[in-house]
């Protein structure tokens, strides 16, 4: 198998582990900042969920 051929078949592969993912809508409820990111950072506690922004905000609007 040629390489570009393995590479293929490995997007494809990846595409559809994608597409069945169980979790995938739960994406949506974390903020980042488009698409195409992919978050990857195993030393933090993980991308700001929006409910968490948006609780914050409306804590801001507060007058103290």
């Given at each position: 198998?040629?390489?570009?051929?393995?590479?293929?078949?490995?997007?494809?592969?990846?595409?559809?582990?994608?597409?069945a993912d169980g979790l995938r809508?739960?994406?949506?409820?974390?903020?980042?900042?488009?698409?195409?990111?992919?978050?990857?950072?195993?030393?933090?506690?993980?991308?700001?969920?929006?409910?968490?922004?948006?609780?914050?905000?409306?804590?801001?609007?507060?007058?103290?």
């Amino acid at each position: 198998m040629s390489d570009l051929v393995h590479l293929f078949s490995l997007s494809e592969k990846a595409r559809e582990l994608n597409e069945a993912d169980g979790l995938r809508a739960k994406r949506a409820e974390f903020v980042l900042d488009d698409d195409d990111t992919v978050y990857l950072d195993g030393n933090s506690l993980g991308a700001l969920v929006g409910a968490v922004r948006m609780a914050g905000a409306e804590r801001d609007d507060v007058p103290h």
